[in-house]
């Protein structure tokens, strides 16, 4: 089991950056695959970016060149380095972790991002 607990949301301008953190707990967090996801009001959840157990990382083309995922193996944690902020980046962040073997998917409770002026 995995459990996972976002922070770092908030209300920046267009233009601003934040960094959005994932705890992870529970066994086997380096031979998980996680990620980023994301739900606007009245929107379905859409993939944002993913890191897997390996470190490579993909990501959406609506914030590839703007986001940067990371993880820290030791620490058990996950980032979401956000730049260049849009207001259509105004969402839920949701962070996810699959581990490699189950393929199960774990979600954190969320955290808002507001991009604003």
């Known amino acids: 089991q995995v459990q996972l607990v976002e922070s770092g949301g908030g209300l920046v301008q267009p233009g601003g950056s934040l960094r959005l953190s994932c705890a992870a707990s529970?066994?086997?967090?380096?031979?998980?695959?996680m990620g980023w996801f994301r739900q606007a009001p009245g929107k379905q959840r859409e993939w944002v970016a993913t890191i897997t157990s390996a470190g490579s990382s993909i990501y959406a083309d609506s914030v590839k060149g703007r986001f940067t995922i990371s993880r820290d193996n030791v620490k058990n944690m996950v980032y979401l380095q956000m730049n260049s902020l849009k207001p259509e980046d105004t969402a839920v962040y949701y962070c996810?972790?699959?581990?490699?073997?189950?393929?199960?998917?774990?979600w954190g409770q969320g955290t808002q991002v507001t991009v604003s002026s």
């Open positions: 529970g066994r086997g967090f380096r031979l998980t695959d």
């Open positions: 996810n972790g699959r581990p490699i073997m189950s393929r199960t998917d774990y």
